[in-house]
């Protein structure tokens, strides 16, 4: 690959989530301005209750589908045949056990959102990569508005869920290229198992907190919890985008290095903006979320042990060594836990932010000292 069709291709999944989080963290951000935090608590409880379950009956997780369809092994099929089938018994649960249809569909949703946008980027179609998110998000804004202002703020849940029929498209491709080779669950089974335990991990840092913090702390400390959350997740974004482009190249040997550098330096100055600047945006246009100032400033630190993570992650799975990860994972998951239990009560809203910033320093301290001492 030369260095102008790197900057090619990253320039479009780069532009791509730069402008859908925009839009998206625009929309939510606007959520939470109309809503109660009561309200907006109740909104990010229930979507966590459907990510768990998405990440609980989905044996095919978006990297395991991205290295393989990277590395062109006739395995993506049949993992994701075997996902869709559980996720439908999974969203048949989480109906009869909460008595909400909403949380079942938008539960398969993600299912198909993880395996269609994994398949993508592992065959490196950017630009098809950039017409899946718009088209996505874009239903997800549309869809969300007329469900807040004809129907419910709960109608949110329908229509994210709605918004991911887009990858049945991608779905039906996969069935008809791929082969049913059910032979190499076996041979890879060992990289997919330990890929799963890491999904669990990771959903279980990025939705067991909401589900922790509910009956701990109530729907208003939700809300506002989760209101930094959203902005850290935008605060994130670079990360994140530069993680979807990294993984498929180093998964075919091809160096990045130059790029991870710019992204930890850009990624300080990320950190020192937010944590200087947020507070007082968040005063100024969200006054019903004052109380998540304090908890912004912390989480503004996160950014730049995050995009440490996301640039040993994608060496670490390229090599298909994901049980590091794993262990990595597990042991943020255990700050998180400790640190929720501990800290909330004490501290509040701000012990919250501490135990999720301490979560993701551990994790990215664990894998680098693995990282030089391994690789």
Known sequence: MTRLDSIKELGIIGSTDILRNVLV?????????????KEYGEISYLISIASIGAIFTSVATENVITVYAAKKIEIVKILSVISIITSVFGSVLLILLFDRIDIGILSIGLVLNNIGIGHILGRKEFVNYSKFMFIQKGLTIILGLVAIHFFSYEGLIFAIGFSYIIFIIRIVKITRESKLNISLLKEKWKFISENYL????????????KI???PMLGLVVLGNYSLAIQILVIL??????????????????????????????????ISILGF???????????????????AIKIL???????????ILTSKFLSLEKSKIILIANGIGLITLIVGIIILGPIYGIVGLATAYLLSTISTAI???YYYKKYL
């Open 25 to 37: 963290g625009i929309f939510w951000l606007y959520v939470a301005n109309i809503l109660e935090p």
């Open 198 to 209: 890491m999904m669990l991990v990771g959903a279980a840092i990025n939705q067991l907190d």
């Open 276 to 294: 200087f600047t947020l507070p007082e945006i968040i005063s100024s246009f969200f006054p019903k979320y004052i109380g998540a100032i304090d």
């Open 236 to 269: 994130n974004s670079l990360s994140a985008i530069v993680f979807k482009f990294i993984l498929p190249q180093d998964s075919t040997n091809i160096s990045t290095r130059n790029i991870k550098k710019y992204l930890i330096i850009i990624s300080i100055g």
């Open 300 to 310: 503004s630190l996160e950014v730049v042990p995050s995009s440490i993570i996301a």
């Open 366 to 368: 664990f894998t680098g």
């Open 212 to 214: 922790l913090i509910m």
